[in-house]
């Protein structure tokens, strides 16, 4: 059984402080890895992909991939009450066949 | 503006009804699936079509029945036979049929309750 785990928070941060958010993965064989950002009631949107290992930057965001370790980050500097969401770890297996969700981690950024 | 229709937005259902819930996208993409969300939980895929006039089970398909006639719907039929159907329901597409490592294009979702 392939499985996400993310912490489920809540996550506080105050307003301008970086937050970071964790998930670890069971299939050795991922190759693709999704982080979605998701407020109350709606629907996920798609805020950073990484592929290979190392760090991924856009914005005030960047994801961060270790295989060795099955673990992938995502930072957020300079953190703002509008992050404040859950944020769903996403990975693929070795073949492609589909996407697997964490359950999310609830972040709330205090101003 | 492309994008992914749900309709309803909000949906009641009486024990031992079916009800379906609709799903519509003028994107153009070859694949859609369909997601069931509870709280405090991940998105667990349901069933996903690569390509018109084929589908296959995802996860957690007992109770749940879909249809892929044309390219641009993908409905969704909760049966009598799912017992906890009370879920938030996503539906999503991707542009090629195959296409787990691209952009999923989610929809608003449907909140279904059982009265």
């Known amino acids: 059984q392939k499985e996400v785990e993310q912490n489920s928070g809540p996550l506080s941060v105050p307003e301008g402080a970086i937050a970071s958010l964790n998930c670890t993965y069971s299939?050795?064989?991922?190759?693709?890895f999704f982080w979605y950002r998701q407020y109350s009631g709606k629907s996920p949107e798609l805020i950073m992909s990484?592929?290979?290992?190392g760090d991924k930057e856009d914005g005030r965001f960047t994801a961060q991939l270790n295989k060795a370790s099955q673990y992938v980050s995502l930072l957020i500097r300079d953190s703002q009450p509008s992050d404040s969401a859950t944020y769903l770890c996403?990975?693929?297996?070795?073949?492609?066949?589909?996407?697997?969700f964490g359950a999310g981690t609830i972040l709330r950024v205090k101003s | 503006d492309g994008g992914i229709t749900q309709s309803p937005k909000y949906l009641f259902r009486k024990e031992g009804q079916n009800v379906t819930l609709s799903c519509e996208q003028n994107?153009?993409?070859?694949?859609m699936y369909w997601y069931r969300q509870d709280p405090g939980q991940g998105l667990r895929l349901i069933y996903y079509?690569?390509?018109?006039?084929?589908?296959q089970k995802g996860d957690i398909a007992e109770g749940y029945s879909v249809s892929r006639e044309k390219k641009e719907s993908f409905p969704l039929t909760v049966t009598s036979a799912q017992k906890n159907p009370t879920a938030f329901y996503l539906c999503?597409?991707?542009?090629?049929?195959?296409?787990?490592?691209?952009?999923?294009?989610f929809g608003s979702g449907t909140q279904l309750s059982v009265l």
């Open positions: 996403a990975v693929n297996g070795e073949y492609g066949n589909k996407l697997v």
């Open positions: 999503a597409s991707t542009r090629r049929g195959g296409g787990w490592n691209e952009k999923l294009f």
């Open positions: 299939d050795r064989g991922s190759q693709s």
């Open positions: 079509s690569q390509i018109v006039n084929d589908f």
């Open positions: 990484i592929y290979s290992n």
């Open positions: 994107l153009n993409h070859d694949a």
